[in-house]
């Protein structure tokens, strides 16, 4: 009777420190979003206003990375400083680096470090604390040249395909021709005059109704696949182990063809004459 009585005030101990625990930790969770709502809307009566799209900037400087970059690097080409695809034309370059990436719900700050749960509300943060970084006299706008890069394919790749636009096709043709002709100029040299030919085929070709070329047909950077790197992980892991039962395994089979002899040698001396 007196054990029954003692499990019983102990489990009603335990159902107390539970609910207390959980209303302590409610509070908790309530505090830090109501600080981090607070927080926000005290930024927000600071924000200043920049014509240029930070979201498309950035997918701009994602295409050139991935499907320019690799050409430039191969042809040791430099850009100019005038050519729209050069990062100085990029308003949001120094920030974008200054990004950094702690874990999967976990963005940093570079210039306060203080922390975030998602990219979007450090881009907020960028926008509302640390606009005076941006130089914005220049008009200089990275998304300007979204068109020419088929930002929009980026962006919508997983949204259903929206009718083409003869007249659109045709401007951004138009400006993506422009583009290949100021930053790779033919009378340059033979690098130039290549890199002016890859830039028309990877990118200004796709600006048609027609479906005869699609973007970055000349292909880009290559990534390393996640399962080709399990299996190189697992080959180096398990090869070590491989060779070791090799090495094992005949040891063992020379030690038991020497037996073997041993035994034959005693059972011949072992016979009458």
């Known amino acids: 009777m007196g054990r029954s009585r003692e499990l019983a005030y102990l489990f009603l101990f335990l ?35 920049v ?57 940093r700050c570079g210039y306060c470090k203080k922390i975030f749960r998602a990219e979007k ?13 941006l130089n914005v006299t220049d008009g200089k706008c990275l998304a300007d040249i979204c068109g020419a890069l088929h930002c929009d ?15 659109a096709a045709a401007r951004n043709r138009h400006l993506c021709e422009g583009i290949a002709d100021s930053c790779f100029p033919v009378n340059q ?5 290549r890199l002016h030919e890859l830039f028309l085929r990877q990118f200004c070709d796709g600006h048609t109704c027609s479906g005869g070329s699609k973007p970055f047909s000349r292909g880009g950077k290559k990534h390393t696949s996640i399962f080709y790197l399990a299996i190189s992980i697992l080959v180096l892991m398990f090869l070590p182990l491989f060779y070791l039962i090799i090495y094992l395994y005949q040891r063992e089979m020379k030690k038991g063809t020497q037996e073997l002899r041993r035994i034959s040698r005693q059972e011949r001396k072992s016979k009458p004459s």
């Open 15 to 49: 159902s107390v420190s539970s609910i207390y625990s959980s209303v302590l930790a409610q509070k908790t969770q309530d505090s830090q979003e109501h600080d981090a709502a607070r927080t926000s809307k005290q930024e927000e009566e600071h924000v200043h206003e």
């Open 121 to 133: 509300f450090l881009d907020q943060h960028f926008d509302n604390r640390h606009y005076n970084l």
């Open 153 to 167: 394919l980026r962006i919508n790749s997983r949204s259903r395909k929206t009718k083409c636009n003869p007249a």
């Open 189 to 193: 040299g033979p690098s130039a005059n």
């Open 51 to 107: 014509h240029c799209s930070r979201e498309r900037s950035r997918v701009a400087w994602e295409i050139i990375e991935e499907y320019l970059m690799p050409f430039l690097e191969r042809e040791k080409y430099q850009i100019s400083s005038k050519c729209k695809l050069h990062p100085g034309n990029d308003l949001f370059r120094d920030q974008e680096q200054h990004k950094i990436h702690v874990d999967v719900n976990e963005w």
